[in-house]
Protein backbone atom coordinates (compact mmCIF):
# COMPACT_ATOMS: atom_id res chain seq x y z
CA UNK A 1 0.00 0.00 0.00
CA UNK A 2 1.01 3.54 -0.32
CA UNK A 3 1.25 5.47 2.99
CA UNK A 4 2.93 8.52 4.17
CA UNK A 5 3.63 9.11 8.16
CA UNK A 6 4.28 12.98 9.83
CA UNK A 7 3.43 14.11 13.59
CA UNK A 8 -0.02 15.07 13.95
CA UNK A 9 0.83 17.70 15.54
CA UNK A 10 3.58 20.12 16.66
CA UNK A 11 4.05 23.45 18.92
CA UNK A 12 6.60 25.91 18.85
CA UNK A 13 7.10 29.67 19.99
CA UNK A 14 7.06 32.59 18.00
CA UNK A 15 10.78 33.02 16.69
CA UNK A 16 11.81 29.53 16.51
CA UNK A 17 13.05 27.06 14.59
CA UNK A 18 10.57 23.91 13.96
CA UNK A 19 10.87 20.67 11.81
CA UNK A 20 8.36 18.78 10.44
CA UNK A 21 9.09 15.10 9.18
CA UNK A 22 7.72 12.94 6.94
CA UNK A 23 8.47 9.56 5.49
CA UNK A 24 6.90 7.88 3.04
CA UNK A 25 6.40 4.11 1.55
CA UNK A 26 5.00 4.43 -1.85
CA UNK A 27 5.01 2.15 -5.09
CA UNK A 28 7.06 4.76 -7.36
CA UNK A 29 8.47 8.01 -6.28
CA UNK A 30 9.36 11.03 -8.45
CA UNK A 31 9.08 13.90 -5.96
CA UNK A 32 8.31 14.93 -2.63
CA UNK A 33 6.07 18.28 -1.78
CA UNK A 34 4.95 20.24 1.00
CA UNK A 35 1.34 21.90 1.34
CA UNK A 36 0.33 24.46 3.82
CA UNK A 37 -3.53 25.03 4.89
CA UNK A 38 -4.68 27.32 7.12
CA UNK A 39 -8.13 26.59 8.90
CA UNK A 40 -11.04 26.56 6.00
CA UNK A 41 -8.84 27.51 3.85
CA UNK A 42 -6.98 26.09 0.60
CA UNK A 43 -3.63 23.82 0.55
CA UNK A 44 -1.14 26.19 -1.21
CA UNK A 45 2.22 24.67 -2.47
CA UNK A 46 5.39 25.40 -0.03
CA UNK A 47 7.71 23.60 -1.86
CA UNK A 48 9.49 20.84 -4.06
CA UNK A 49 11.99 18.47 -3.90
CA UNK A 50 12.95 15.33 -6.40
CA UNK A 51 16.35 15.10 -5.85
CA UNK A 52 18.44 14.84 -2.30
CA UNK A 53 19.78 17.52 -0.26
CA UNK A 54 18.07 20.84 1.12
CA UNK A 55 16.18 22.99 -0.66
CA UNK A 56 15.15 26.78 0.32
CA UNK A 57 12.57 29.43 -0.10
CA UNK A 58 12.64 32.39 2.21
CA UNK A 59 11.80 31.11 5.45
CA UNK A 60 10.87 27.39 4.54
CA UNK A 61 13.54 25.02 3.46
CA UNK A 62 12.53 21.22 2.65
CA UNK A 63 15.19 18.15 2.59
CA UNK A 64 15.10 15.25 0.43
CA UNK A 65 16.92 12.12 1.16
CA UNK A 66 15.15 9.32 -1.40
CA UNK A 67 17.04 6.22 0.04
CA UNK A 68 15.72 6.88 3.24
CA UNK A 69 12.59 7.44 1.90
CA UNK A 70 12.12 10.67 4.14
CA UNK A 71 12.19 14.68 4.25
CA UNK A 72 11.21 17.32 6.01
CA UNK A 73 10.12 20.75 6.55
CA UNK A 74 11.97 23.36 8.18
CA UNK A 75 10.33 26.43 9.15
CA UNK A 76 12.42 29.34 10.41
CA UNK A 77 11.54 32.50 12.16
CA UNK A 78 8.26 31.15 13.45
CA UNK A 79 5.27 33.58 13.19
CA UNK A 80 1.91 33.64 14.77
CA UNK A 81 0.65 33.21 10.93
CA UNK A 82 2.88 30.06 10.35
CA UNK A 83 0.04 28.16 12.65
CA UNK A 84 -1.57 25.77 9.88
CA UNK A 85 -1.45 22.14 9.21
CA UNK A 86 1.31 21.07 6.55
CA UNK A 87 0.68 18.21 4.29
CA UNK A 88 3.76 16.37 2.75
CA UNK A 89 2.60 14.70 -0.67
CA UNK A 90 4.29 12.03 -2.89
CA UNK A 91 3.88 12.31 -6.85
CA UNK A 92 4.88 9.15 -8.46
CA UNK A 93 5.08 9.31 -12.27
CA UNK A 94 2.46 8.28 -14.47
CA UNK A 95 -0.13 8.04 -11.40
CA UNK A 96 -1.18 10.43 -8.94
CA UNK A 97 -0.62 11.90 -5.44
CA UNK A 98 -0.40 10.66 -2.13
CA UNK A 99 -0.99 13.28 0.72
CA UNK A 100 0.12 12.61 3.96
CA UNK A 101 -2.40 12.82 7.33
CA UNK A 102 -0.82 16.35 7.97
CA UNK A 103 0.98 18.21 10.90
CA UNK A 104 -1.06 20.66 12.44
CA UNK A 105 1.70 23.45 14.10
CA UNK A 106 0.51 25.60 16.65
CA UNK A 107 2.70 28.44 17.26
CA UNK A 108 2.65 30.38 20.71
CA UNK A 109 3.43 34.29 21.39
CA UNK B 1 -4.96 36.06 -12.01
CA UNK B 2 -8.55 34.51 -10.94
CA UNK B 3 -7.65 31.18 -8.47
CA UNK B 4 -9.38 27.71 -8.73
CA UNK B 5 -12.90 28.55 -8.25
CA UNK B 6 -15.63 26.33 -6.17
CA UNK B 7 -19.04 25.98 -6.14
CA UNK B 8 -20.76 25.84 -3.33
CA UNK B 9 -18.97 26.35 -0.57
CA UNK B 10 -21.03 24.52 1.59
CA UNK B 11 -23.60 22.01 1.15
CA UNK B 12 -26.32 20.34 3.49
CA UNK B 13 -28.00 17.38 1.79
CA UNK B 14 -30.01 14.30 3.38
CA UNK B 15 -28.86 10.80 2.95
CA UNK B 16 -30.19 9.58 -0.57
CA UNK B 17 -29.92 12.89 -2.20
CA UNK B 18 -27.72 14.22 -5.05
CA UNK B 19 -25.25 16.72 -4.87
CA UNK B 20 -23.44 18.40 -7.98
CA UNK B 21 -20.41 20.25 -6.95
CA UNK B 22 -18.16 22.46 -9.33
CA UNK B 23 -15.19 23.39 -9.91
CA UNK B 24 -13.46 26.34 -12.50
CA UNK B 25 -9.76 25.85 -13.00
CA UNK B 26 -7.04 28.51 -13.48
CA UNK B 27 -7.90 29.50 -17.46
CA UNK B 28 -5.21 27.91 -19.30
CA UNK B 29 -4.78 24.79 -17.20
CA UNK B 30 -5.52 21.62 -19.13
CA UNK B 31 -4.87 19.47 -15.47
CA UNK B 32 -7.57 19.53 -13.44
CA UNK B 33 -7.50 16.95 -9.88
CA UNK B 34 -10.13 16.35 -7.44
CA UNK B 35 -9.27 16.07 -3.69
CA UNK B 36 -11.42 14.88 -0.53
CA UNK B 37 -10.37 15.16 2.99
CA UNK B 38 -12.42 13.42 5.39
CA UNK B 39 -12.99 14.58 8.79
CA UNK B 40 -9.91 16.14 9.44
CA UNK B 41 -7.69 12.89 7.88
CA UNK B 42 -5.48 13.51 4.82
CA UNK B 43 -6.34 14.55 1.65
CA UNK B 44 -7.75 11.83 -0.75
CA UNK B 45 -6.49 11.70 -4.41
CA UNK B 46 -10.12 10.83 -6.54
CA UNK B 47 -9.70 12.12 -9.79
CA UNK B 48 -7.43 13.35 -12.88
CA UNK B 49 -8.52 15.19 -16.26
CA UNK B 50 -6.22 16.39 -18.71
CA UNK B 51 -8.36 18.44 -20.41
CA UNK B 52 -11.98 16.94 -20.92
CA UNK B 53 -10.17 13.22 -20.61
CA UNK B 54 -10.21 11.17 -17.50
CA UNK B 55 -6.07 10.60 -17.47
CA UNK B 56 -6.30 8.90 -13.89
CA UNK B 57 -9.99 7.96 -11.46
CA UNK B 58 -8.38 5.34 -9.39
CA UNK B 59 -9.27 7.35 -6.45
CA UNK B 60 -12.86 7.55 -6.82
CA UNK B 61 -14.50 5.52 -4.34
CA UNK B 62 -17.67 3.98 -6.22
CA UNK B 63 -20.00 4.42 -8.90
CA UNK B 64 -22.12 6.92 -7.23
CA UNK B 65 -19.77 9.45 -7.79
CA UNK B 66 -19.57 11.02 -11.03
CA UNK B 67 -17.14 13.37 -12.57
CA UNK B 68 -17.11 15.09 -16.01
CA UNK B 69 -15.24 17.71 -17.63
CA UNK B 70 -16.92 18.59 -20.89
CA UNK B 71 -15.08 20.77 -23.29
CA UNK B 72 -11.83 20.81 -20.69
CA UNK B 73 -12.67 23.74 -18.66
CA UNK B 74 -14.69 23.37 -15.28
CA UNK B 75 -15.34 20.32 -14.02
CA UNK B 76 -18.45 19.12 -12.18
CA UNK B 77 -18.61 16.38 -9.35
CA UNK B 78 -21.71 14.42 -8.62
CA UNK B 79 -22.94 12.54 -5.85
CA UNK B 80 -25.62 10.11 -6.07
CA UNK B 81 -27.24 8.96 -3.85
CA UNK B 82 -25.16 10.66 -0.94
CA UNK B 83 -24.41 8.17 2.02
CA UNK B 84 -23.18 9.91 5.55
CA UNK B 85 -19.37 8.50 5.29
CA UNK B 86 -19.59 11.12 1.69
CA UNK B 87 -19.43 13.86 4.07
CA UNK B 88 -16.24 16.08 4.12
CA UNK B 89 -14.33 18.95 1.72
CA UNK B 90 -13.90 18.18 -1.41
CA UNK B 91 -10.69 19.98 -3.24
CA UNK B 92 -10.35 20.70 -7.03
CA UNK B 93 -6.46 21.79 -7.74
CA UNK B 94 -5.26 22.77 -11.15
CA UNK B 95 -1.90 22.88 -12.99
CA UNK B 96 -1.03 23.51 -16.09
CA UNK B 97 1.52 20.87 -16.64
CA UNK B 98 1.24 17.96 -14.82
CA UNK B 99 1.48 18.86 -10.95
CA UNK B 100 4.10 15.66 -10.46
CA UNK B 101 7.12 18.47 -10.60
CA UNK B 102 5.05 21.64 -10.52
CA UNK B 103 2.94 23.88 -8.38
CA UNK B 104 -0.84 22.42 -8.37
CA UNK B 105 -3.47 25.41 -7.17
CA UNK B 106 -5.86 24.64 -4.90
CA UNK B 107 -9.73 25.94 -4.49
CA UNK B 108 -11.17 26.93 -1.52
CA UNK B 109 -13.17 23.23 -1.33
CA UNK B 110 -17.00 22.79 -0.97
CA UNK B 111 -17.33 21.34 2.38
CA UNK B 112 -20.53 18.57 2.12
CA UNK B 113 -22.50 17.22 5.03
CA UNK B 114 -24.51 14.53 4.53
CA UNK B 115 -27.19 14.28 7.08
Known amino acids: GQSLEQPSEVTAVEGAIVQINCTYQTSGFYGLSWYQQHDGGAPTFLSYNALDGLEETGRFSSFLSRSDSYGYLLLQELQMKDSASYFC??????????FGPGTRLSVLP | EAGVTQFPSHSVIEKGQTVTLRCDPISGHDNLYWYRRVMGKEIKFLLHFVKESKQDESGMPNNRFLAERTGGTYSTLKVQPAELEDSGVYFCASSQEWAGNNEQFFGPGTRLTVL
Open chain 1, 89 to 98: AVSRYGQNFV
